[in-house]
């Protein structure tokens, strides 16, 4: 799947400049309306035009239509290109540029993600990783050694265990206190990888929307009933005090933020299973992931993530309090403020009904 895209999108002819620039204006003001006041850009390279992206990122920035913070991860090749400080993101609160994106394996339903068992209707297949060890080993090690943030996608279990091996390795050789590297997807780790996280200070980022738009399919067809009712296991982790974001890595999925933190706390597939609810979170568990917990993940809990005297003014209002409903009422409420830096990017003036 990943592979097959990149071919495709070597082939595509790049808009130019302007048009570029005017498509990413209005993607963001899509972020907006979905309540999004920051994001994490994980992957600047990932689809060519590095340059351009950080170009027109910038150029937002310096007409004041930057209404969104937003902190880019970059592959490798451009991170060597641009050469970012450590730990010190190169930038202003609005935009950053710092840390590292890593890919060691691909996706459960395309049956790419790096197994330690074989899939359900496979017994042959496992999927493998996209790196030899040694090199993904080294590659974590430099990083990790240099002080910069690491942001790694693994969804499978043998992924996940070569990820944490890896950064266990790079942490004691070159110890780095308060690493708060990312592990993005984690969707099959086992508790015993939660625990070495946790150790570790690394923060999972879990697709919870998986079980509600794959899950059936998990469960049925790639990985069975066992594995698949703990994927994305939030519910443990928030048990054993990890801390954990969420994402909906758009634009796999539309920014469905609000059906996130549902999914993430029913575990309702799309045909209206459930799937694992012991890995359901509390409602206030899955929106701090997309709040305090996230902004741990950029070193911005001084300025954001909370509202609290002194930091920067950015909020979501929302039609009713989602910790105090039906969970399964959560993906109704609307977006009625986004507010960044104080500043109104997004209005819904939409009559809505007195609780």
């Known amino acids: 799947d990943e592979i097959a895209w990149f071919n495709i999108a070597s082939q595509l002819k790049s808009p130019d400049f302007e048009t570029y620039l005017k498509l990413l204006e209005e993607s963001i003001k899509d972020f907006n309306r979905a309540g999004i006041t920051a994001v994490h850009d994980a992957g600047l390279g990932l689809e060519g035009m590095p340059e351009t992206v950080y170009t027109a990122y910038q150029a937002l920035n310096a007409q004041g239509k930057l209404s969104l913070r937003v902190f880019l991860s970059l592959l490798p090749e451009t991170f060597e290109a641009m050469k970012p400080e450590p730990l010190r993101e190169m930038g202003d609160e609005r935009l950053k540029l710092g840390g590292v994106k890593l890919f060691i394996d691909g996706s459960i339903q395309a049956e790419t993600a790096a197994l330690l068992r074989p899939y359900a209707r496979h ?124 994402h909906v890595d758009t634009p796999v999925l539309p920014i469905q933020i609000l059906a996130s933190i549902q999914t993430t706390v029913t575990r309702e597939t799309r045909n209206g299973d459930i799937l694992g609810p012991d890995q359901g979170t509390t409602p206030y568990g899955a929106v701090a992931a997309y709040t305090s917990v996230a902004a ?28 105090m409903i039906e969970p399964k009422e959560i993906a109704n409420t609307s977006i009625r403020l986004t507010i960044v830096g104080g500043d109104i990017v997004y209005r819904n003036d939409t009559p809505v009904d007195d609780p």
């Not at 001084?302 to 910790?323: C, F, H, N, P, Y």
Request: charged share 25%; net charge neutral.
């Open 296 to 323: 741990l993940c950029s070193r911005s809990e001084s300025e954001r993530g909370t509202l609290s005297v002194g930091k920067l003014a950015d909020m979501t209002l929302l039609s009713q309090d989602i910790t």
């Open 123 to 246: 017994p042959d297949k496992k999927g493998k990783l996209v790196m030899d060890v040694a090199d993904f080993e080294a590659l974590v090690a430099k990083y990790h050694a240099a002080g910069h943030h690491l942001s790694i996608h693994g969804n499978g279990d043998a992924a996940i265990e070569a990820i944490i091996t890896a950064l266990e390795k790079a942490q004691e050789n070159h110890p780095q206190p308060d690493n708060r590297h990312m592990l993005i997807h984690s969707q099959m780790a086992h508790r015993s990888h939660l625990k070495r996280m946790r150790k570790l200070g690394v923060i999972p980022s879990f697709f919870c929307m998986h079980v509600q738009n794959w899950g059936d399919r998990h469960r049925d067809l790639f990985i069975g009933p066992e594995r698949a009712s703990r994927i994305d296991p939030a519910g443990e982790a928030e048990a054993m005090g990890l801390p954990f974001t969420l």
